[in-house]
């Protein structure tokens, strides 16, 4: 038999707002995937590794200044760059849990006053998420857990503009998960959602695009 050729992994996504408890609830997935046998790794946008990614680094630290359509463009082209290697990962059956992805892209610069439509239109062709899993916290409690990181944007009152808009990107793709709760409780309630949405990937659901 030629086994399960077509099987896929899928695409997962984390999102919310600074300080929600996205990358730690990534870590504790990746690892919860792979002790079920599964093939998974984790990736995060922006992917300050590449040339592009240093760019977007040095201007979350401060370090340069770029007109907001600019930015969104790199953070955009970092998301596109990466592109081929999570369809080539995924159709090997690899799934890929992504600690953010085009919607913090249109969430944070459409906080800025961008327009949202222009904001998604070069999101348009990257792969779809199987899942969003949307961290909900209010920017204040987020704000009391501290250590915000001093980069742009890590400050409340443009944090409450980005839960804004992140509410008018929310479709059928999306769990809301409250992340007032503590990491064992939101680790248990994500566990089973990815799990579900892995075994349907594995099982065939086709790969789609943004936006759908
Ligand atoms: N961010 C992230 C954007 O403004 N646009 C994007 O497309 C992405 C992926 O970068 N405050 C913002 C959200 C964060 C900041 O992300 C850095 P992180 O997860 O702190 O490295």
């Not at 808009?165 to 990491?183: H, N, V």
Request: net charge neutral.
């Amino acid at each position: 038999s030629v086994g399960n050729t077509d099987s896929r992994g899928g695409l997962i996504v984390l999102e919310g707002l600074d300080r929600c408890g996205k990358t730690s609830q990534s870590g504790k997935l990746l690892s919860y995937l792979e002790g079920l046998g599964h093939s998974a790794e984790l990736w995060r946008f922006p992917d300050r590794t590449t040339s592009v990614g240093q760019m977007i680094s040095a201007y979350l630290l401060n370090q340069s200044q770029l007109d907001d359509h600019t930015i969104h463009l790199l953070f955009s082209a970092n998301r596109w760059e990466k592109r081929s290697m999570m369809e080539t990962k995924l159709k090997a059956g690899t799934t890929l849990i992504v600690d953010r992805y085009s919607y913090s892209g249109v969430a944070f610069s459409s906080a800025k006053g961008v327009d949202v439509e222009w904001c998604k239109a070069p999101e348009i062709g990257l792969l779809a998420p199987d899942v969003v899993l949307f961290l909900d916290i209010p920017p204040e409690k987020a704000a009391e857990r501290g250590g915000y990181g001093g980069e742009r944007y890590e400050h409340l009152e443009f944090q409450k503009k980005v839960a804004q808009c992140y509410q008018i990107l929310r479709d059928s793709s999306w769990k809301i998960i409250d992340g007032c709760r503590g990491i064992e409780e939101v680790e248990k309630e994500l566990r089973d959602i990815v799990v579900d949405h892995v075994l349907a990937c594995k099982k065939g659901k086709p790969l789609s695009l943004l936006w759908s």
